[in-house]
């Protein structure tokens, strides 16, 4: 999978269907701005941006409140949430490898404050979502943080990989599952992480979010 572009508005998904509803490395943003809940809904891939994938949650942003603090930062005291405005998710599911891919993301009112958030929510949440014997793997230079980790997600041995990027004012992940132990490989994950990285820069420079997999 590469990277192509599109001209195209996106959102959020899963974990909120509950409710219903520094410095800039290469390939960073260029303006750290906060964005908008709009902004933040048009960075999340949509099916337009995913060929070959379905969408299964549409993309949507919420604002963020108590409910979606415990679901984006669930550590004690909802650590990694403070000063953020917004979550946002959408998930896809392929079916020729069976597998499965959540994007996620935490826009912050500034820079400094997704930064001082970034460690906080890799070491005590996400980084151990791809399980205890995950291994860390590159994911070139993309945004102005970024961590992945590659292992196990299910009790037969699935792969299971999780993704984690700073881009200006917004923490972004990917969580990616497959059921088949071929399902997903590193550089499939790192096409989607740097998908979401590329429409998160966009996004700050004002531009509308076009970035997306090329099928």
């Keep these: 999978m590469t990277m192509r572009t599109h001209r195209w508005c996106v959102a959020i998904a899963a974990a909120l269907l509950l409710a219903g509803c ?31 994938w379905k969408e299964s949650a549409r993309p949507t942003a919420v604002q963020m409140d108590k409910l979606y603090r415990s679901q984006a930062c669930p550590i004690k005291g909802n650590a990694g949430c403070e000063n953020s405005r917004f979550f946002g998710a959408s998930t896809f599911r392929h079916d020729d490898n ?52 590659f292992g196990t997600s299910g009790f037969l041995g699935e792969p299971g990989a999780v993704t984690q990027t700073r881009v200006g004012t917004v923490l972004l992940w990917t969580e990616t599952a497959a059921t088949d132990k071929g399902g997903i490989d590193e550089e499939a994950v790192r096409d989607l992480a740097a998908v979401l990285a590329e429409r998160a820069r966009q996004a700050q420079n004002g531009d509308t979010p076009s970035a997306g997999l090329d099928g």
């Design 98 to 149: 069976a597998a499965t891919v959540t994007f996620l993301i935490i826009a912050y009112d500034s820079e400094q404050a997704a930064h001082a958030a970034y460690d906080v929510l890799w070491d005590g949440y996400y980084g151990k979502r791809a399980g205890q014997k995950a291994k860390a793997f590159e994911i070139g230079s993309i945004g102005d943080e970024r961590d992945a980790r």
């Design 22 to 52: 520094g410095d800039s490395g290469d390939g960073g943003n260029d303006k750290a701005v906060a964005l908008s809940k709009e902004q933040v809904r048009e960075t999340l891939p949509d099916g337009e941006a995913m060929p070959g």
